[in-house]
């Protein structure tokens, strides 16, 4: 199994729809957890960051459940330049070794 | 010009050849690290480094092998290229500060036939 584990893809939603995305892990000792946004075949770039309270910037909203060792992203109002591929990112210690998961790959439809 | 830069860009070679892959950047990190992505399987991790006198191997180091040559040059060595090690490369920075942000390189597309 592997460390980090995302929701399989290709989500293909209209635009102005809502989607959510779930990435768990399996290490607890982790303390550090990230959305990085990846478009095709670019590099990978941070989207944000997740913290214990839960953080929104604008339509994206992240969330963090230390309990059930999953972390989520809510998209609102989706575009059309949100389509891409979402990696979530775990590390066991701030700044250590980033742990990525699979990616989920979403495509908005006009 | 880009803050972290990798060369070459797409190279490709044949079954047991030696390849570098090269990686420098701007930013003043100490940590640098190498992944390698494949569809499906997202970004893995195959070394890392947290200064220059610091190697350590990743999810899958076997058939690789680094060098930090610098604190702003961290370079990646397929001794003898094989067929599963096509794959798009990644080499990435970062501060090791809280924020965790992580900055790579545009990639290196390497096939080996």
């Known amino acids: 199994r592997k460390e980090v584990e995302q929701d399989p893809g290709p989500f293909n939603v209209p635009e102005g729809a809502t989607v959510a995305f779930n990435c768990t892990y399996s290490?607890?000792?982790?303390?550090?957890f990230f959305w990085y946004r990846q478009d095709c075949r670019k590099e990978p770039k941070l989207l944000m960051s997740v913290y214990s309270s839960g953080n929104e910037d604008g339509r994206f909203t992240a969330q963090l459940n230390r309990a059930s060792q999953y972390i989520s992203l809510l998209i609102r109002d989706s575009k059309l330049s949100d389509s891409a591929t979402y990696l979530c990112a775990v590390d066991r210690a701030q700044g250590g070794k980033l742990i990525f998961g699979q990616g989920t790959e979403l495509s908005v439809k006009p | 010009d880009a803050d972290v830069t990798q060369t070459p860009r797409n190279r490709i070679t044949k079954t047991g050849k030696r390849i570098m892959l090269e990686c420098s950047q701007t930013k003043g990190h100490d940590r640098m690290y190498w992944y390698r992505q494949d569809p499906g399987l997202g970004l893995r991790l195959i070394y890392y480094s947290f200064d220059v006198k610091d190697i350590n191997k990743g999810e899958i180091s076997d058939g690789y092998s680094v060098s930090r040559q610098a604190q702003a040059k961290f370079s990646l060595s397929l001794e003898s290229a094989i067929p599963n090690q096509t794959a798009l490369y990644f080499c990435a920075t970062t501060s090791g500060h809280a924020t965790g942000e992580l900055f790579f390189g545009e990639g290196s597309r390497l096939t080996v036939l």
């Open positions: 290490n607890s000792a982790s303390q550090s």
